[in-house]
C-alpha cells in the first residue's frame, strides 16, 4: 500500500522522474495542493517515456518535460468539460421536454401518464415514490 507524501516529497518525485518544475516551486506547490498529485497523475502520462503503453510504466518523464504543460493539458481539458456540459446539459433538456410533450399529448387524458401501467413499465412505477417522489422533491414544487 503507497502512503501519503507531503507536497515536498510529490515535487521531489517529480524532479526525480525527469519532471522540469520551470513554474518555481512555491507555484507548484500552490497547485498540488489546489488539484492534487493523484488527479494530476493522468496529465502527466502523455510526457512518460513509455506513452501511450500502459504497462510496466516507469513514470520517468520524456527530456524537457515541464510541469507548466502538464498544468497547460489540465486546464484544457477542465475548459473543454465546461465547454461540452453546457451544450448537453441544452441536449438533455431538450429531449425530456420532447419526451414529455410527445407522451402527454399521445395520452392526453391521462395527465399522471408516467405512473400508468399502461403507458409506462411497472419497475419505473414501484420505484416512483420511494426513488423520485421524495419528501425533498415534494418540498421543490
Known amino acids: 500500500m503507497k502512503q501519503a507524501t507531503t507536497v515536498e516529497q510529490q515535487i521531489e518525485i517529480l524532479k526525480n522522474r525527469g519532471m522540469q518544475i520551470d513554474l518555481g516551486e512555491e507555484k507548484a506547490k500552490e ?13 502527466c502520462f502523455p510526457f512518460e517515456t513509455g506513452y501511450p503503453n500502459k504497462k510496466h510504466r516507469t513514470h520517468l518523464y ?15 481539458d477542465v475548459d473543454l468539460r ?3 456540459l453546457k451544450y448537453l446539459n441544452r441536449i438533455e433538456v431538450n429531449f425530456r ?3 414529455v410533450y410527445f407522451t402527454s399529448n399521445q395520452h392526453i387524458n391521462c395527465n399522471a401518464w408516467f405512473i400508468d401501467p399502461a403507458v409506462m413499465e411497472k419497475e419505473f412505477i414501484d420505484k416512483f415514490d420511494s426513488d423520485l417522489y421524495t419528501d425533498n422533491f415534494k418540498k421543490i414544487r
Open 62 to 76: 520524456k527530456k524537457g518535460s515541464l510541469f507548466s504543460d502538464v498544468i497547460n493539458l489540465y486546464y484544457l
Open 31 to 43: 497547485i498540488l495542493l489546489d488539484i492534487g498529485y493523484f488527479r494530476l497523475g493522468f496529465y
Open 97 to 99: 421536454t420532447k419526451v
Open 82 to 84: 465546461h465547454l461540452l
